[in-house]
């Protein structure tokens, strides 16, 4: 489930919360009770879990065909 920041107006306290992204535009009280509150923007860090494929042929004494 995505979490969300958000910051509260009135203590100036950051937090969490842990809603489905249908959800993700309601309003969230902070902690303390406090109703003012604001979401924050959230860079997402995306990153492949695979490595780059090595390049083919071309370059080198073997790749290039000139050994043998």
């Not at 107006?9 to 992204?21: D, I, K, L, Q, W």
């Not at 535009?25 to 494929?53: F, W």
Request: with cysteine.
């Amino acid at each position: 489930m995505p979490r969300y920041d958000f910051r509260c107006r009135a203590c100036g306290a950051t937090f969490e919360v842990s809603r489905p992204m249908a959800e993700a535009s309601a309003p969230a009280a902070c902690p303390d009770g406090h109703e003012d509150t604001v979401k924050l923007l959230s860079t997402v860090a995306v990153t492949g879990g695979g490595t780059a494929a090595p390049p083919s042929g071309g370059g080198g004494c073997c790749g290039g065909g000139c050994c043998g």
